[in-house]
C-alpha cells in the first residue's frame, strides 16, 4: 500500500512540475497544445552560444544565462513558453580559425545556418499556433542578422494575425545600462569574460557547475578574457541579471502594447 501512495505521490508532484514548466522541451505535445488554447500564444526564441569564456568560466555561459533569463521573462509574461535554447551561434571562422575558433569547445555557425535555423523555428511556432514570436540572442554576433529576420517574418506574417518582434534591448540596451550600473559603483563591466560576464554566470550557477574561483588569477593574464574578473559575486550578478530581464521586458511591453498592423 505504501508503494502505490509513494507512486502516486510521485506522478502527482512530476505533473504539477511539467504544467507549471515554461520550457516547451519540458512538456508533452498534448500539455503544449492546452497552454496554447488557454492564451499562452506567445512563443521565446533565444539563442545563446557555445565559446570558449577564458579558464574560469564554462563554454556554455550563454547558454545557462539564457535559459534563465527566458524563464523569467516567460514568467513575467505569464502568456509565454520556451523553446530550446539555441546552443550555438556565429564565433569566428571554423577554417581559418579565428575569433572564438581558436580555442578548443568553441562551436561556430554560419550565419546564414544561424539565421536558417532562427526562421525555421519560428515557423515551427508559427504552425503551432503561437500568436506572438520573440526572437532575442545573448551572443553578439548576429543580432543584426536576427533583428532583419524578425522584420521580414512580421511583414509576411501579420496578415495571418502573427507577430515577430527582434528583442535588441536585450543585448544592446542592457549593455548600455550594465556599464551604467557599474560605473556608480567604479567597477568596469569589462567586456567577454569579464566581471559583468562572470558575475552573471555566478548569479544562476546554483550548483557552482560552470564557474572555477581557483583560475581567477589566470585569467586576469588571458588574452581572451576583456577585464578583470576577479572581483565579480552572485550578488552583482543577480543585480545584473534583474537589469537584463527588466530591460528586455520593458521592450517587449512597449512593442506587444502597439497596435496590431491591420
Known amino acids: 500500500m505504501r508503494f502505490f501512495v509513494l507512486m502516486w505521490l510521485c506522478m502527482l508532484f512530476t505533473s504539477a512540475a511539467s504544467a507549471q514548466s515554461v520550457f516547451i522541451e519540458d512538456l508533452t505535445w498534448t500539455e503544449v497544445q492546452d497552454a496554447i488554447e488557454k492564451g499562452s500564444t506567445t512563443a521565446i526564441y533565444y539563442a545563446g552560444s557555445t565559446e570558449q569564456n577564458g579558464p574560469h568560466m564554462a563554454t556554455g555561459k550563454h547558454n545557462f544565462i539564457a535559459r534563465h533569463v527566458a524563464e523569467r521573462i516567460a514568467l513575467k509574461l505569464g502568456n509565454a513558453l520556451v523553446y530550446p535554447i539555441l546552443p550555438f551561434a556565429p564565433t569566428g571562422s571554423i577554417e581559418g580559425r579565428t575569433g572564438h575558433m581558436r580555442y578548443p569547445g568553441s562551436v561556430s555557425l554560419s550565419e546564414g545556418t544561424y539565421v536558417a ?55 544592446d540596451r542592457y549593455g ?16 567577454h569574460a569579464g566581471l559583468a560576464d562572470t558575475a552573471s554566470l555566478m548569479a544562476v550557477d546554483k550548483a557552482r557547475l560552470w564557474v572555477r574561483p581557483a583560475a581567477m588569477k589566470q585569467a586576469v593574464r588571458s588574452a581572451e578574457v576583456e577585464g578583470d574578473p576577479s572581483s565579480a559575486s552572485a550578488a552583482l550578478g543577480r543585480r545584473l541579471v534583474d537589469l537584463k530581464v527588466d530591460t528586455a521586458l520593458r521592450q517587449i511591453r512597449a512593442l506587444l502594447a502597439q497596435p496590431r498592423r491591420p
Request: charged share 20%; hydrophobic share 50%; net charge negative.
Open 176 to 191: 548600455q545600462l550594465e556599464q551604467e550600473l557599474l560605473a556608480k559603483q567604479r567597477l568596469n563591466a569589462g567586456g
Open 117 to 171: 535555423v532562427a526562421r525555421d523555428v519560428a515557423a515551427s511556432a508559427r504552425a503551432a499556433g503561437f500568436r506572438t514570436i520573440l526572437i532575442m540572442a545573448d551572443h553578439g554576433d548576429g543580432q543584426t542578422a536576427l533583428a532583419n529576420l524578425a522584420d521580414v517574418l512580421n511583414s509576411q506574417w501579420h496578415a495571418k494575425g502573427v507577430q515577430v518582434f527582434y528583442i535588441g534591448d536585450l543585448h
